[in-house]
């Protein structure tokens, strides 16, 4: 992160939401030297905080376009940003690798030729006899489980990484005011914003972080951003019996699109679902073992301890995410529907370059 020069008036930028996308603005555009104000209402309900924290980028089966040029930058950046954040962390750490699984032989098949294609790039076919795959299979009663590691993706624990975030934000005093912001507008070439309690905050410019509402704050007919909701679910399941330990487990993987993260012994997290709209669906347990057919004793529906949800904003129309220099220092950064934890560095850098480009 290159700081602005000594003698450069500091500009004054304000980040509405303080998700993970948020933070991320405000600690790089602070690290560069600009004055940052974050704003958020509900720092505890948002999506971020129901995150499970798995960094998918290596694995991702595209290897070009934007997506593919979003990720490949995070992969490269998060090193950076763990060596930052453990200056008030220092367990902070992204926990390697990561494992994708599947029950399905053309899945597999696909995967294997996914690796194949792209040699020396950390991925390796996982033998169908290895300790991991037997280990699988014993706890969850599968047969013919698949797939390939990547030792270059893994998961970073995402409350420790918010709380670390939070601790970083204090420490290097950035302005927090914990209030909704219901109005924007350009006066003189600054921008008024407009808080619930009717604060009025001055700044030179505004990135939009607030997910799903990011448009209501915006002109639709001008800009024409659409999003739409996807909550997502997840369960922590906690069993007496002693039949199994989830510690013989790999430390996180996934099996066709259920990320699982043994905690303990015999807690273990299965997560997400895909919902598009804003209620929490009643049959969450069995939409998320659906990929097991004969459930062993451990996994059933009361020893369900714990649930939570989290709503995510999904572009219509475009790709996820948005992220637009759209007029006069008004940058938006939403639609991180999913990944948004994997694409955050990429992100806040976008958004300093963009803002670099405007104050020159
Ligand atoms: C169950 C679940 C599991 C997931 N697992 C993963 C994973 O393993 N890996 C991964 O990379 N991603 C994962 N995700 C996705 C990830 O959580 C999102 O991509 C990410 O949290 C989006 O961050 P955000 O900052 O854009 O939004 P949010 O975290 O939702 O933050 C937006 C913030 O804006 C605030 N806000 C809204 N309106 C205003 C306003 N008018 N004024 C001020 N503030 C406002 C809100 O209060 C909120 O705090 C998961 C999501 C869920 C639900």
């Not at 405000?26 to 309900?45: M, N």
């Not at 999913?338 to 560095?345: D, E, R, T, V, Y």
């Amino acid at each position: 992160m290159k700081r602005l020069k000594e003698n450069f008036q500091k500009p004054h930028i304000l980040i509405v939401g303080a998700g993970i996308i948020g933070k991320f603005n405000a600690i790089e555009l602070s690290e560069l030297g600009y004055q940052i104000t974050i704003a958020d209402p509900a720092l505890d309900k948002n999506s971020s905080s129901a995150a499970l924290g798995l960094l998918m980028g290596n694995i991702y089966h595209k290897r070009n376009g934007r997506s593919w040029i979003l990720r490949k930058q995070s992969l490269e950046l998060w090193p950076k940003w763990i060596k930052l954040l453990q200056e008030f962390n220092t367990k902070l750490h992204i926990e390697k690798p990561l494992i994708q699984l599947t029950k399905n032989d053309a899945k597999f098949e696909k995967l294997k030729q996914f690796v194949n294609d792209n040699k020396n790039q950390g991925l390796e076919i996982l033998d169908k006899d290895s300790i991991i795959i037997k280990n699988i299979n014993k706890t969850f009663n599968t047969k013919n489980i698949k797939g390939v590691i990547s030792h270059k993706d893994g998961r970073i624990d995402p409350l420790s990484l918010l709380d670390t975030l939070n601790i970083y934000l204090k420490n290097k005093k950035i302005n927090f005011i914990n209030d909704e912001i219901i109005k924007i507008k350009r006066i003189n070439k600054k921008w008024i914003s407009i808080s619930k309690s009717n604060n009025k905050i001055k700044t030179d410019a505004i990135v939009l972080c607030n997910s799903l509402d990011a448009v209501n704050l915006i002109l639709e007919k001008t800009y024409k951003i659409q999003l739409k909701p996807v909550l997502g679910q997840a369960i922590e399941v906690c069993t007496s019996l002693h039949e199994v330990n989830f510690l013989s487990l790999p430390k996180h993987f996934n099996i066709d699109g259920k990320n699982i993260i043994p905690l303990t012994n015999n807690k273990i997290i299965i997560g997400s679902t895909d919902e598009y709209h804003k209620k929490p669906e009643e049959n969450v347990f069995e939409k998320l073992t659906n990929f097991i057919e004969n459930k062993p004793n451990w996994l059933s529906k009361e020893r369900v301890t714990r649930k939570w949800f989290g709503i995510r904003s999904r572009p219509e129309g475009e790709p996820s995410p948005v992220q637009k220099n759209l007029e006069n220092g008004l940058i938006i950064c939403t639609g991180f529907y999913k990944n948004g934890f994997l694409l955050a560095p990429s992100c806040s850098h976008w958004v300093a370059n963009e803002l670099k480009e405007y104050f020159i």
